[in-house]
């Protein structure tokens, strides 16, 4: 992103081809400003990459302003098939 939002929702997509399904579980997410971590979901809501499924959702609280979604893991690589970043209407800067 090229400027700070209020992020409202992500959402991660899962690939649904044959190589590469379940890759993502497990995954993290963590939502950065000014390059310092303000959102982390190992933290927030560890429960919701655990399960393999096709869309993960993250409710993200109004108070979290970020200008970097990052999705990875503690070990090897991610396979996403697309991440969705919704923000609120406001643009912190």
Do not use: H, W
Not at 3 to 11: A, L
Not at 22 to 46: A, C, H
């Amino acid at each position: 992103m090229t400027s700070t939002y209020s992020i409202s929702q992500v959402k991660v997509y899962a690939r649904t081809d044959e190589c590469c399904r379940g890759t993502i579980k497990d995954f993290i997410m963590t939502i950065y400003r000014d390059e310092l971590e303000v959102y982390n979901s190992s933290d927030k809501n560890p429960d919701e990459s655990s399960t393999e499924k096709s869309i993960y959702i993250y409710q993200i609280s109004p108070s979290i302003k970020g200008d970097v979604v990052q999705i990875g893991m503690n070990f090897g690589n991610v396979e996403v098939a697309e991440v969705v970043v919704n923000v609120r209407e406001e643009m912190i800067n």
